[in-house]
């Protein structure tokens, strides 16, 4: 079936880069995404890639795709303690709902 | 643009009660909303899939007569917890899919229900 795994905690210091790591079963999936969740709030959409992209660069943010070994990373340069929060990974399902599933959210600290 | 809107924000119900949620969009049509349920430091659990004019598809394991779900129009749909116990005191977050949108889908600010 299909199912998303990260890891649970990341600490950088600011300024630091993070890479954030996610792997995927569904080797059909069409679009994968990161979302940022602040503490009491929803979910912000902060990239996604295609599935035919290797890497998606916006900002401070980097995207790397490895679609053999479904792998995903996001890549956070120059952290500020604004990045701290939860981020997930999610693949959208090849099913004709074209439902997100998500990974278990890897809470990003960043020390002063 | 794609902003979608929850309401309301936090609500504190009496266990027998029953609660309605509301998700709008509100520059956008959404054929498709979805319904997910976080519990804390856990990630998003997704409920039902909500189309617009038709039943919504339940995920295992979800009692349909216990989370009522309509979605009458391309700009809202209604989450209803009914007869609420202790144990459905969650986070609640809608989404929706912009017909068309490859980029992924907006989410609502989320609903904390207490339930006492």
């Known amino acids: ?112 | 643009g794609a902003v979608v809107s929850q309401h309301p924000s936090r609500v504190i119900c009496k266990s027998g009660t029953s609660v309605k949620i509301e998700c709008r969009s509100l520059d956008f049509q959404a054929t498709t909303m979805f319904w997910y349920r976080q519990f804390p430091k856990q990630s998003l659990m997704l409920m039902a899939t909500s189309n617009e004019g038709s039943k919504a598809t339940y995920e295992q394991g979800v009692e349909k007569d216990k989370f009522l779900i309509n979605h009458a129009s391309l700009t809202l749909s209604t989450l209803t917890v009914t007869s609420a116990h202790p144990e459905d005191s969650s986070f609640y977050i809608c989404s929706a899919a912009r017909t068309g949108a490859s980029y992924g889908y907006t989410f609502g600010s989320g609903t904390r229900l207490t339930v006492v």
């Open chain 1, 1 to 112: 079936g299909e199912d998303v795994e990260q890891s649970l905690f990341l600490s950088v210091r600011e300024g630091d880069s993070s890479v954030i790591n996610c792997t995927y079963t569904d080797s059909s999936s069409t679009y994968l995404y990161w979302y940022k969740q602040e503490p009491g709030a929803g979910l912000q959409l902060l990239t996604y890639i295609f599935s035919n992209m290797d890497m998606k660069q916006d900002q401070r943010l980097t995207v790397l795709l490895n679609k053999k070994d479904k792998h995903l990373s996001l890549r956070i340069a120059d952290t500020q303690t604004g990045d701290s929060a939860i981020y997930f990974c999610a693949e959208r399902s090849s099913g004709n709902t074209g439902k997100l599933i998500f990974g278990q959210g890897t809470t990003l600290q960043v020390k002063p």
